[in-house]
């Protein structure tokens, strides 16, 4: 047994021959570095067993949680089991994309020095935008889900600025590697506090009308974890119960834990999580502007993963679409949870069609074109109620919210198996 050290600084023997410990470290550092970049378990199954088989062993088995890897490698009739655990675990759609571009160009046979050579270069990488483009990102999508929200002008802007200044902090702090369930706190009372005087002080010198209240439950969106959410799903959907169980009850976790902290500052401060005063307008633009909306947010939460620009874009462009059908239906009388099975499934094989095209990683633009679906401003409505005492409403919204979140990864899930025959059988990568 051996724990793998941090890809950016582990090294490859210099002199020393690929033996089967040094093989099998290459391609358990390349699984590592694929964990810690928010990557879904079946792929990072598919990579090692890709990069064991150009390093020349005989067979790469693995067992992938959210946070371990389990591999057994063999080699001329002997084998060596290791466990691998990446020093922390996010999203980095930049270096996920990088790295799978690399498995995918593999040559026929390669040595484990330039694995670890490779590896070290794209972690190396710093983030692909700054702190104020990477807090105003999160603002922005944040606006656009208060607007799809039925949000107003006022409910916006301050949203914007809430947002922006929560994800200031909630970035330095990760990049200190604090714990994420302590930074979901502090970073959801901070916003929270924000929107509350941003709103309050205002009003207070009567510049402001009442009725702007609603907004501030959208102003911590940028804080549901929408890529281990999806990607949870899509584990158990191929029978990766470990990674999704273990995905899923992070995701939970996290949102928890920012609905606990926006409910304190709420009661605090006296906001309550009432909708915002819709405009009424045409149907053609109403469709139009969400469909703004929706590029908005879905680019905003890219660069918040760390997306390259053209990737953002694609991610953006994927779900303007699908969310503008999911929007018709849901107009003409659909279920939401059936307005969003079908737009999901619209997103994994339009996703499919681009990266083909790219040699990218699929999940680093479906799983971004659907985090606007995800019903966060209906999980932290219920846990308020919840806590109000307004049992019937809070269990007919937390039902509401968890069939759209089943029925976004299943639509994903349907994509894939349509599009994938690896992902039509059950056979392990080797």
């Known amino acids: 047994m051996h724990r793998e050290p941090d890809p950016a600084t582990a090294t490859s023997p210099i002199g020393v021959p690929d033996s089967l410990t040094v093989r099998s470290e290459a391609a358990a550092a390349v699984g590592a570095a694929l964990l810690a970049g928010g990557m879904a378990s079946f792929r990072v199954k598919t990579a090692m067993a890709i990069v064991a088989k150009a390093l020349g062993l005989d067979s790469f088995i693995s067992i992938v949680s959210f946070t371990d890897i389990t591999a057994t490698a063999t080699l001329n009739g002997r084998y060596r089991t290791r466990i691998t655990?990446?020093?922390?675990?996010?999203?980095?759609?930049?270096?996920?994309?990088?790295?799978?571009?690399?498995?995918?160009?593999?040559?026929?046979?390669?040595?484990?020095?330039?694995?670890?050579?490779?590896?070290?270069?794209?972690a190396a990488r710093p983030p692909l935008y700054g702190a104020v483009v990477n807090a105003l990102a999160a603002g922005l999508a944040c606006?656009?889900?208060?607007?799809?929200?039925?949000?107003?002008?006022?409910?916006?802007?301050?949203?914007?600025?809430?947002?922006?200044?929560?994800?200031?902090?909630?970035?330095?702090?990760?990049?200190?590697?604090?714990?994420?369930?302590?930074?979901?706190?502090?970073?959801?009372?901070?916003?929270?506090?924000?929107?509350?005087?941003?709103?309050?002080?205002?009003?207070?010198?009567?510049?402001?009308?009442?009725?702007?209240?609603?907004?501030?439950?959208a102003a911590v969106l940028f804080l549901v974890p929408g890529f281990p959410m999806i990607t949870g799903i899509l584990d158990i959907v191929r029978s990766d119960f470990s990674a999704g169980i273990a995905r899923l009850t992070y995701s939970a976790m996290i949102v928890l834990a920012a609905a606990a902290s926006v409910w304190t500052v709420g009661v605090v401060a006296g906001l309550e999580p009432a909708a915002s005063s819709a405009t009424t307008m045409p149907f053609p633009l109403e469709l139009a502007l969400r469909a703004v909306a929706t590029f908005v947010g879905v680019l905003g939460f890219a660069i918040i993963f760390n997306s390259p620009l053209k990737i953002a874009l694609g991610a953006a462009g994927v779900s303007l679409v699908a969310n503008s059908l999911r929007f018709t239906m849901t107009h003409t009388g659909a279920p939401v949870q059936l307005a969003t099975l079908g737009a999901t499934v619209l997103v994994g094989l339009l996703a499919y069609l681009v990266a083909r095209r790219t040699r990218i990683p699929r999940t680093s633009i479906s799983v971004p074109a659907v985090v606007i679906m995800i019903p966060g401003f209906t999980l932290y409505t219920a846990f308020t109620l919840m806590n109000s005492g307004d049992m019937n409403g809070a269990l007919m919204l937390a039902q509401e919210a968890l069939q759209v979140i089943l029925a976004a990864g299943f639509g994903l899930a349907l994509a894939h198996l349509a599009t994938s025959s690896t992902w039509r059988r059950v056979a392990q990568p080797r």
């Not at 790295?99 to 040595?111: A, G, K, Q, S, T």
């Open 85 to 122: 655990q990446p020093d922390h675990v996010g999203v980095n759609v930049d270096h996920i994309a990088r790295i799978h571009r690399m498995v995918e160009m593999l040559p026929e046979r390669v040595d484990a020095t330039e694995i670890f050579e490779r590896l070290v270069m794209i």
């Open 143 to 217: 606006a656009a889900f208060s607007f799809l929200n039925h949000g107003g002008l006022v409910e916006m802007a301050c949203v914007l600025l809430a947002a922006t200044i929560g994800q200031a902090l909630r970035r330095v702090l990760q990049h200190r590697h604090w714990n994420h369930l302590l930074v979901t706190v502090i970073a959801a009372t901070l916003t929270s506090a924000v929107y509350a005087l941003a709103v309050g002080i205002p009003t207070a010198l009567g510049a402001l009308g009442p009725g702007h209240q609603g907004g501030y439950l």
